[in-house]
């Protein structure tokens, strides 16, 4: 099973957006709408911040949003904030049954 | 509080053997499926294998199948990970993870065991 495609850095100033993306195949990404995005600051565990695709779990700020086209999913974060600084990885359900992407790093300039 | 607290990591030899625990709290863990999740320090995480809420089905990464093997128990709210024939390239972080109501997501991680394969 291969990891799930995503750029290894984006970077935006604070009060922007930016938009990750994560892609995949047929087999994972574009055939589930069990797309799952993750943050992981430096030393700590990820954090569910997305999940089916479009979903916030309580306690997550609403400047995070969850989308799908196809084979590729993307999560953007709008109002940039110095603590959204932090690594990135989506995920998704597959038949063996997870993958995940190769992770972004989230540089607030 | 969710809470998952991992254990029984190290150093070990290659090929030498280990067995990791994760202790939850919180919910009831009898009712949603666990996994594991390691990351390599500086590198992705890398999903390793799934265990159903009975127990009964497991799942593995292909990088991991007829070395690794997860089991759980209920009536210790426990999960395991036993790893035999250790290699260089199991070094990393081993994370126990709770999945969502469904096999989608993963709601909760705990803070990770490491485990370092030196000889």
């Known amino acids: 099973q291969s990891a799930l495609t995503q750029p290894a850095s984006v970077s935006g100033s604070p009060g922007q957006s930016i938009t990750i993306s994560c892609t995949g195949t047929?087999?994972?990404?574009?055939?589930?709408?069990?797309v799952s995005w993750y943050q992981q600051h430096p030393g700590k565990a990820p954090k569910l911040m997305i999940y089916d695709v479009t979903n916030r779990p309580s306690g997550v700020s609403n400047r995070f949003s969850g989308s799908k086209s196809g084979n590729t999913a993307s999560l953007t974060i709008s109002g940039l904030q110095a603590e959204d600084e932090a690594d990135y990885y989506c995920s998704s359900y597959t038949s063996n049954p997870r993958v995940f992407g190769t992770g972004t790093k989230v540089t607030v300039l | 509080e969710v809470q998952l607290l991992e254990s029984g990591g190290g150093l070990v030899q290659p090929g030498g053997s280990l067995r990791l625990s994760c202790a939850a709290s919180?919910?009831?863990?009898?009712?949603?499926?666990m996994s594991w999740v390691r990351q390599v320090p500086g590198k992705g995480l890398e999903w390793v294998s799934s265990i159903s809420d009975n127990g009964n089905r497991p799942f593995y990464a292909d990088s991991v199948k007829g070395r690794f093997t997860i089991s759980r128990d209920n009536s210790r709210n426990t999960l395991y990970l036993q790893i035999n024939g250790l290699r260089a390239e199991d070094t990393a972080v081993y994370y126990c993870a709770k999945y969502g109501s469904s096999w989608q997501y993963f709601d909760y991680w705990g803070q990770g065991t490491l485990v370092t394969v030196s000889s």
């Open positions: 047929s087999s994972d990404v574009g055939g589930y709408n069990y």
């Open positions: 919180g919910f009831t863990f009898s009712s949603y499926a």
